[in-house]
């Protein structure tokens, strides 16, 4: 049985920093993606970062890249999001994510569909 635990949200003045981690139980193929989501309130789940295991390529929404770093420690069956100089509009629940691809069809890495698995979520609130 696959499970997804995500950890290490909590509230932060804007400008911190936070690491999300999502620990994998029971799902660890090589070939795969795992991918970070978040859902504001009010407004539709949207992708924030994940990683396609079939060329280890990154890829991050626009409103995160050069803040977010996604990674993966194989070893530890463990995704990580670091999250730096966090705004307010960052402020969402954020949901670990595992699927079967390999590739992202068309490039479309963020589909929600492409991932099978997913974890509860946790809060990231961000202050002003």
């Known amino acids: 049985q696959v499970q997804l635990v995500e950890s290490g949200g909590g509230s932060v003045q804007a400008g911190g920093s936070l690491r999300l981690s999502c620990v994998n139980s029971?799902?660890?193929?090589?070939?795969?993606?795992m991918g970070w989501f978040r859902q504001a309130p009010g407004k539709e789940r949207e992708g924030v970062a994940a990683i396609y295991t079939g060329s280890g390529t990154t890829y991050y929404d626009d409103s995160v890249k050069g803040r977010f770093t996604i990674s993966e420690d194989n070893a530890e069956n463990t995704l990580y999001l670091q999250m730096n100089s966090l705004k307010p509009e960052d402020t969402a629940i954020y949901y670990c994510?595992?699927?079967?691809?390999?590739?992202?069809?068309?490039?479309?890495?963020?589909?929600?569909?492409?991932?099978?698995?997913w974890g509860q979520g946790t809060q990231v609130t961000v202050s002003s």
């Open positions: 029971g799902y660890t193929y090589s070939r795969k993606c």
């Open positions: 994510a595992a699927g079967p691809f390999a590739h992202p069809p068309g490039g479309r890495w963020w589909v929600e569909t492409l991932f099978r698995y």
